[in-house]
């Protein structure tokens, strides 16, 4: 079993930067491709990015556009999401998930976290 939690999220104005966490107990991430997902009031959970085991490959929505980067660090059991340029569109809640494989979908994924809000006033 993993456990994850995100961590991270807030209040931002548009054209704001915010830095996702999240951290994983139970098992090392090493194993893990990881990716973030959110999902905004009335609407689907989306894939957000994803990133390999080994941080080597990344995959970003088309609506990310450069503005949010996916790192991770193996040693600390944390995967990163650095948002820039945020966009009142971006208000979400935006979870981490842990899959043993690459995937934009989030069915593949095994384990989620609580997810943290993310709320950018315009």
């Known amino acids: 079993q993993v456990q994850l939690v995100e961590s991270g999220g807030g209040l931002v104005q548009a054209g704001g930067s915010l830095r996702l966490s999240c951290a994983a107990s139970g098992r090392t991430l090493s194993r893990y491709t990881m990716g973030w997902f959110r999902q905004a009031p009335g609407k689907e959970r989306e894939f957000v990015a994803t990133i390999s085991w080994r941080g080597s490959s990344t995959y970003y929505a088309d609506f990310v556009n450069g503005r949010f980067t996916i790192t991770r660090d193996n040693a600390r059991n944390t995967v990163y999401l650095q948002m820039n340029s945020l966009k009142p569109e971006d208000t979400a809640l935006y979870y981490c998930?842990?899959?043993?494989?690459?995937?934009?979908?989030?069915?593949?994924?095994?384990?989620w976290g609580q997810g943290t809000q993310v709320t950018v006033s315009s």
């Open positions: 998930a842990a899959s043993n494989g690459m995937s934009q979908n989030g069915r593949t994924y095994d384990y």
